[in-house]
């Protein structure tokens, strides 16, 4: 068996016409939607359909494209490859669209490719290593939708009436819900043009299950053996369970995925660990109030926050300090915890009031 860097070695020399595109492929140009393209090729309204892969990669600045970027060494190996091959040298990116902001924790990326001019695939960039994107992230389950989302079928929209011909709608991660999200909540007339939504391994929160079951048929989303990320807050999607040589929460990783025949290799389900975990996660979601849930959030990006970094590439810089400085502020929280606990009202016995050790923080 192979994974996707093998996958484009071996079958880099057939074009679309030769081999059509399946599901490895757009995993492929959704783990692409992760290089820092920003200034790289043109922005969403600007002039110009797009810039080739191939010239891409010879960009004087190409050295940008992985700069502070989760798995660079493979993201660097998977430009260089794809823009060497015949199957994806010319096609085009175009139509970059970001909005970055801190303050209101919003991470959006998107792009457009072309390999036809009746096909094109809109492609949604999942989460980075910013806090805000995580943060965002972790939204999905306090807010009926996120900014982000919204942004989505916007790009979708937009993307859709200044380009006619079929569409493609993929994303990895978070990028995988954005895709679902859109394509569900689009125009009837847009979601007619719609081939195929790939999601990979997304979480569905915010999703209406009215609105997926207009694009159900078209949806294909996968997911590792032991997935946690793409079955959180789970909304009764259809998935298909993929066979992964990575371990726990590196089943995420793309690049770790088997792919066997020019396919990807799935198996019948995921393991009992993953559905433990999931349904456990889920269950103790669904028990909390959007209160509770928000609450319990906020203390979570404290503590993250609590070394003064707002992008956790940099968490490694100095990962002792760092590790150090979470529990330090973990402890803090325990102890403010106890000292909260140890000022229960008293009775006229001089003992606790139970109703308030009832009511106590949990």
Known sequence: MQHILDYIMEYGADTYRDRPFNEVDFLALSQFAYLKLKDLIPKMGGSGRGIPIRELACHPGSFRLVQENWFGRENWR?????????????????????????????????????????????????????????????????????????????????????????????????????????????????????????????????LDPAAYQRVREKVRKYVPQQSFIGMLLDQGVSYRTVQSSGFGLMQHNPYLWWIKRGRLALCRRRTLASRMLVGSCNRWIDSMNRTHRSGTIESIFDIIRYPGKENLYHLGDNWKVSIYLIFAALFEKRQSRKCSNRARPLTASGRSNPRHRRSGCH
């Open 78 to 206: 998977l430009l260089q490859l794809m823009a060497e091959s015949e199957r994806y040298g010319n096609i085009l990116v175009g139509n970059y669209a970001e909005c970055y902001q801190n303050k209101y924790e919003i991470q959006f990326q998107a792009l457009t490719f072309w390999w036809r001019p009746d096909r094109i695939c809109v492609c949604f960039r999942g989460t980075d290593e910013s806090v805000a994107g995580w943060k965002e992230d972790f939204n999905l389950a306090v807010f009926p939708r996120t900014s982000g989302q919204e942004m989505a079928r916007t790009y979708l929209r937009l993307i859709a009436k200044h380009y006619p011909g079929k569409l493609y709608v993929a994303g990895h991660s978070k990028g995988g819900n954005l895709a679902l999200y859109a394509a569900a909540n689009a125009a009837q007339s847009v979601q007619e043009r719609i081939l195929r939504v790939y999601d990979y391994d997304g979480p569905d929160g915010g």
